[in-house]
């Protein structure tokens, strides 16, 4: 790491934040201070009295009235799912799936990933969003699109189906890893088995072997509905924590158990290891009517949990700001007590966590030697009024929403400010959206 002070004390910077209100998942308290950032990092937080020792090419004047959070990491989506809002919308899970759903799947060409990714992406930022974690198909298109605008993204191929096609499917899934991860400091790839009641167990463990062999993470669905437990144990006739062990999916670098509703409540300390991550997906579980997930339990026991929107299809948006809402209050009214899932804890996982499941080391924090990754939040509005250092955190997750973003950054680097989208045609983006949702739905 460069030094934050040269040899005359000084402190050089691309750009700095002017008495901005500092919070994070890891203060228990906000901080007002100066934030220097350089070459995509952050240089390091000045208190007021250090704050004539830096030298700045570009000023940000926050006036304490703008917050610097982490940007937010929707850690389980599919994002190009933007284009198939609204379809079969309450119906049950299956005819949802089978009669709305995959038909329209069945049509998606690489130009509509594209389309539905920027559209999806267009939502993302503007609501303070700076990383997600994607599985769906065409993963190439996402990727691009991701590296064009300039936003982090943890991607996989959905894997699905039986043994020939399914090898075929793995190849282009490592292919992808070899192709993108790591590129631009802005993708990394995991592998995607879809769900355990798609994918066998002989071929889980399969990928979980080639996962370990590429060092890659490993992004999959896990006990998303009732069903798909008694599925596991009745049909497979396995246990579904056993069957993490088993299949060698606990023991790669990075275990993504998206939803993880059903786990059984007294074995959720064997899931509770350093490279696992259950994102939890709040609104879709509830919309889709799958269930409660049992998180405030995940977390006593010491499970990372991260955050998810899943796809515009079940949710219907893309909002870390309705998810942290709706995780903290399904806990506190589920099991009737208000002190769970402090807003702390949501702004946490809605951010770091989800940032470290998939794969992106030192993001998600607001401290020096990190990245520049930013929601910059407007608090000179009226449902702010009353906020204070020790409060900010509850704030955030319950007064506020994504419309109060005014700027979004990644590695330094604006891709959303005051209402524009210096990386991405808006304007374009909402017509070619139009365009591609008459074309798949017009049979
Ligand atoms: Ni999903």
């Given at each position: 790491?460069?030094?934050?002070?040269?040899?005359?004390?000084?402190?050089?910077?691309?750009?700095?934040?002017?008495?901005?209100?500092?919070?994070?998942?890891?203060?228990?308290?906000?901080?007002?201070?100066?934030?220097?950032?350089?070459?995509?990092?952050?240089?390091?937080?000045?208190?007021?009295?250090?704050?004539?020792?830096?030298?700045a090419?570009?000023?940000y004047?926050?006036?304490?009235?703008?917050?610097?959070?982490?940007?937010f990491?929707?850690?389980?989506?599919?994002?190009?799912?933007?284009?198939?809002r609204?379809?079969?919308?309450?119906s049950?899970?299956?005819?949802?799936?089978?009669?709305?759903?995959?038909?329209?799947?069945?049509?998606?060409?690489?130009?509509h990933?594209?389309?539905?990714?920027?559209?999806?992406?267009?939502?993302?930022?503007?609501?303070?969003?700076t990383?997600?974690?994607?599985?769906?198909?065409?993963?190439?298109?996402?990727?691009?699109?991701?590296?064009?605008v300039?936003?982090?993204?943890?991607?996989?191929?959905?894997?699905?189906?039986?043994?020939p096609?399914?090898?075929?499917?793995?190849?282009?899934?490592?292919r992808?890893?070899?192709?993108?991860?790591?590129?631009n400091?802005?993708?990394?790839?995991?592998?995607?088995?879809?769900?355990?009641?798609?994918?066998?167990?002989?071929?889980?463990?399969?990928v979980?072997g080639?996962?370990?062999?590429?060092?890659?993470?490993?992004?999959?669905?896990?006990?998303?509905?009732?069903?798909?437990r008694?599925?596991?144990?009745?049909?497979?006739?396995?246990?579904?924590?056993?069957?993490?062990?088993?299949?060698?999916?606990?023991?790669?670098?990075?275990?993504?158990l998206?939803?993880?509703?059903?786990?059984?409540?007294?074995?959720?300390?064997?899931?509770?290891?350093?490279?696992?991550?259950?994102?939890?997906?709040?609104?879709?579980?509830?919309?889709?009517?799958?269930?409660?997930?049992p998180?405030?339990q995940?977390?006593?026991?010491?499970?990372?949990?991260?955050?998810g929107?899943?796809?515009?299809?079940?949710?219907?948006?893309?909002d870390?700001?309705?998810?942290?809402?709706?995780?903290?209050?399904?806990?506190?009214?589920?099991?009737k007590?208000?002190?769970?899932?402090?807003?702390?804890?949501?702004?946490?996982?809605?951010?770091?966590?989800?940032?470290?499941?998939?794969?992106?080391?030192?993001?998600?924090?607001?401290?020096?030697?990190?990245?520049?990754?930013?929601?910059?939040?407007?608090?000179?509005?009226?449902?702010?009024?009353?906020?204070?250092?020790?409060?900010?955190?509850?704030?955030?997750?319950?007064?506020?929403?994504?419309?109060?973003?005014?700027?979004?950054?990644?590695?330094?680097?604006?891709?959303?400010?005051?209402?524009?989208?210096?990386s991405?045609?808006?304007?374009?983006?909402?017509?070619?959206?139009?365009?591609?949702?008459?074309?798949?739905?017009a049979?």
């Amino acid at each position: 790491m460069t030094p934050s002070l040269n040899e005359q004390g000084l402190a050089e910077a691309d750009l700095v934040f002017r008495d901005a209100v500092v919070l994070d998942g890891a203060r228990d308290r906000a901080e007002i201070c100066d934030v220097a950032v350089t070459q995509g990092r952050i240089l390091r937080l000045f208190s007021r009295e250090e704050r004539s020792k830096i030298r700045a090419k570009d000023e940000y004047f926050c006036r304490e009235r703008k917050a610097l959070l982490p940007g937010f990491a929707n850690s389980h989506t599919h994002v190009a799912m933007t284009l198939l809002r609204g379809l079969g919308e309450e119906s049950p899970l299956k005819d949802w799936l089978e009669k709305h759903i995959w038909p329209v799947e069945g049509r998606l060409k690489p130009r509509h990933i594209r389309i539905g990714t920027q559209l999806g992406v267009a939502e993302m930022i503007s609501g303070g969003i700076t990383c997600f974690g994607d599985m769906y198909f065409h993963m190439d298109e996402v990727a691009r699109v991701a590296t064009e605008v300039g936003i982090r993204c943890g991607l996989c191929q959905g894997l699905i189906g039986n043994a020939p096609l399914f090898s075929l499917k793995l190849k282009e899934g490592i292919r992808l890893y070899d192709h993108w991860h790591g590129k631009n400091d802005l993708i990394t790839v995991q592998l995607g088995p879809h769900a355990p009641y798609t994918v066998s167990p002989k071929l889980l463990t399969q990928v979980a072997g080639a996962a370990r062999g590429l060092n890659a993470g490993i992004h999959i669905h896990w006990l998303e509905t009732e069903w798909e437990r008694s599925y596991i144990e009745q049909e497979l006739k396995k246990d579904p924590i056993d069957l993490l062990y088993e299949t060698g999916l606990a023991d790669v670098t990075s275990l993504i158990l998206a939803h993880g509703v059903w786990f059984p409540e007294n074995r959720l300390k064997e899931i509770a290891k350093d490279n696992i991550a259950v994102v939890h997906n709040p609104s879709s579980n509830m919309k889709l009517g799958s269930g409660f997930a049992p998180v405030s339990q995940m977390l006593k026991e010491g499970v990372h949990v991260a955050l998810g929107s899943d796809g515009a299809a079940s949710n219907n948006r893309l909002d870390m700001w309705l998810e942290m809402r709706t995780a903290s209050l399904m806990q506190k009214g589920y099991y009737k007590d208000p002190t769970l899932m402090k807003s702390k804890d949501a702004l946490k996982m809605a951010s770091y966590a989800g940032c470290k499941a998939l794969g992106f080391s030192n993001v998600g924090m607001i401290e020096e030697g990190w990245k520049a990754d930013f929601a910059v939040i407007n608090l000179d509005n009226a449902r702010y009024i009353g906020w204070n250092k020790d409060n900010l955190a509850s704030f955030i997750v319950f007064s506020g929403s994504s419309r109060d973003v005014c700027g979004t950054m990644v590695n330094g680097k604006w891709v959303y400010k005051d209402g524009e989208f210096p990386s991405l045609d808006y304007e374009k983006v909402m017509y070619d959206a139009k365009e591609a949702r008459k074309e798949l739905l017009a049979i």
